[in-house]
Nanobody
Framework: VQLQASGGGLVQDGGSLRLSCAAF??????MAWFRQAPGKEREFLGA????????YYADSVEGRFTISRDDNKNTLYLQMNSLTPEDTAVYYC??????????????????YGPGTQVTVSS
């Protein structure tokens, strides 16, 4: 499976961005969003089970970030609101071909997109 992410950029404190991640090649079980800031580990943000439609969020972003999916385009979205400088990171989408209970574990994903930079200025 190949992933193509887009939508990153520079936004002011309190602003919004929407990221997109299109999956190509194979059917996936779960898609998710992660981010990684310099010097930090990859952080889980949210995951979406394709078959069931179940969506899960990290506590740190629940209420600010929303995951949605366009089945026709095989694309996952991450709507990010009320952004702060602490949200500055490279954002990655991931895809898992099989079901893993631990959807928040980055090692359970078979493929990642190339990453898109999100910078929030103060």
């Amino acid at each position: 499976v190949q992933l193509q992410a887009s939508g990153g950029g520079l936004v002011q404190d309190g602003g919004s961005l929407r990221l997109s991640c299109a999956a190509f090649g194979r059917a996936v079980n779960t898609m998710a969003w992660f981010r990684q800031a310099p010097g930090k580990e990859r952080e889980f943000l949210g995951a979406h089970r394709i078959a069931s439609g179940g969506t899960y969020y990290a506590d740190s972003v629940e209420g600010r970030f929303t995951i949605s999916r366009d089945d026709n385009k095989n694309t996952l979205y991450l709507q990010m609101n009320s952004l702060t400088p602490e949200d500055t990171a490279v954002y990655y989408c991931g895809a898992s071909l099989v079901y893993y209970k631990r959807y928040y574990d980055p090692s359970n994903y078979d493929a990642y997109g190339p990453g898109t930079q999100v910078t929030v200025s103060s």
